[in-house]
């Protein structure tokens, strides 16, 4: 196993550790060759799930345009939402440094970057305020080319540029990456000229990551994108092995599905690592929208998906754990630890006569994180509690680029478990539907005025 291998420790699922509220080794063995169908099934599908293939892809083009931003930009601003921000955020915060922003630029290996994705107008607006727009690139991220979100925030801040810069600069300040055929946000560059990255037609949202949705704003602010899908490379290798028991993403989606079938029906995510507090963010994402659906193949209502929830160690040992440990016996636990930080940060004896403070002289924040990470998941496991630990051996390009590629296969893998299409997101499409009408979008009138109908004949409305 290579050295850089996250370790996947599932031992505090099983009921010689947490009790009656984990799994028996024989409830595992038994459905074991449930999984190994899911594999087989998964790796049926490979031809059209294009983001498996994402770890082998040529990043020149992509690699070329970063460089060209580089040279003119000070600034990288990222217009996107769903898997188009919340990728980016996730790769920029585990692999920069925590103040990326606020260093100088000599110490920093690219512009900076903002990932405003929210169409609140003082977040907007607010940004405009700090924003040099001469040394400025917008980075519009869309496959469709008509996500309303998205295709405001250009409108906005397209408009911005041009009363600053004027309509001849605007090509120098945009990068549109979207679908490589068609699309609103493909026409308008195609008659306006702007440069872009394609977005394979095989690849879903949550699933981008990996391609220029991810590894164009990773590449500008200086991020090793070949080391990031190097990573995805040997998880692939990894999850293509057939006996479950050697596959941790295999093995991660049958202890989540069997643990869920017995009311463990939550997914908890708590790294103990600064870095990783927004890739559970992404996790949150990549899996409710993939496991949360109504119907099932054979279309019967099943209404299947586990709540993903985001945490972080240590932080929120003083907001959430609680909760954890003594409320309701309804939560699998992901523990994300890290082996080696970059820094220790040590600790003096300060007060070397406050004998409560003598066991501080010598240690570091890493040692204290660690031991805290540790105390929880065994606190946990104590109240009889599941959880499974995930072990970076350090956090970087290869580690994280792994972990996306094994929770994406994890994901795959557990919609075969459940018999439902993970690579679809009517209850998103609907509410996009309704935004459509309720904004005056042409065609969808008919289900504006279902709308108003509704409206006229609620009565339950208060005023506080």
């Not at 295999?250 to 202890?255: F, G, Q, T, V, Y």
Request: charged letters at 20%; proline letters at 5%.
């Amino acid at each position: 196993m290579s050295t850089q291998a996250i370790r996947f420790d599932y031992n505090n699922v099983m009921a010689d550790v947490i009790g009656e509220h984990g799994l028996t080794e024989a409830e595992i063995e038994a459905a074991l060759p449930h999984a190994a169908a899911a594999i087989e099934a998964v790796y049926a599908q490979r031809a059209e799930l294009g983001w498996m293939d994402l770890p082998y892809q040529d990043t020149s083009e992509i690699i070329a345009q970063a460089q060209a931003v580089r040279a003119r930009a000070d600034t990288l601003v990222v217009l996107g939402i769903g898997g188009s921000a919340l990728g980016p955020i996730a790769t920029q915060t585990a692999l920069q440094h925590p103040f990326y922003n606020n260093l100088p630029r000599e110490l920093r290996r690219g512009p900076t970057l903002f990932v405003p994705d929210n169409v609140d107008p003082e977040l907007n607006a607010g940004l405009l305020d700090v924003l040099d727009l001469e040394r400025t690139v917008f980075n519009v991220i869309t496959k469709s080319g008509t996500t309303a979100e998205t295709m405001a925030s250009f409108i906005y801040f397209r408009e911005a540029l041009a009363k600053r810069l004027g309509q001849d600069k605007l090509v120098d300040h945009l990068v549109l990456t979207t679908d490589p055929k068609k699309g609103a946000l493909r026409q308008i560059a195609d008659r306006e000229g702007y440069p872009t990255l394609p977005i394979p037609a095989s690849v879903g949202g949550r699933f981008s990551e990996l391609c220029s949705v991810g590894l164009f704003p990773a590449a500008v602010t200086g991020i090793d994108i070949d080391e990031l899908l190097a990573g995805a490379a040997y998880a692939d290798k990894r999850s293509q092995e057939r006996d479950p028991r050697k596959n941790p993403a295999a093995m991660c989606a049958l202890i989540q599905f069997l643990l869920d079938k017995k009311g463990k029906n939550m997914v908890v995510m708590m790294p103990y690592a600064q870095r990783l507090r927004d890739v559970a963010d992404w996790f949150r994402q990549l899996w409710a929208e993939s496991l949360g659906k109504r119907v099932d193949r054979a279309g019967n209502v099943v209404n299947v998906g586990p709540t993903p929830i985001k945490s972080l160690g240590a932080t929120d040992q003083h907001s959430q754990v609680q909760l954890y440990a003594e409320g309701p016996f309804d939560k699998l636990m992901h523990f994300l630890f890290v082996d080696q930080f970059q820094v220790e940060a040590p600790l003096s004896n300060a007060y070397p006569d406050i004998n409560e403070l003598s066991y501080l002289d010598g240690k570091s924040f890493s040692q204290l994180l660690k031991a805290e990470g540790e105390a929880t998941q065994l606190a946990i496991a104590e109240a009889g509690r599941p959880s499974i630990a995930h072990h970076f051996p350090a956090v970087n390009a290869f580690t994280l680029g792994q972990f996306y590629y094994m929770l994406e296969m994890q994901t795959a893998f557990a919609g075969e478990l459940y018999d439902i299409n993970a690579f679809d997101q009517p209850g998103v499409e609907a509410g996009k539907i309704a935004t459509y009408a309720l904004m005056g979008r042409e065609g969808y009138d008919a289900r504006r005025h279902e709308i108003e109908q509704a409206r006229g004949r609620s009565r339950s409305e208060f005023v506080i």
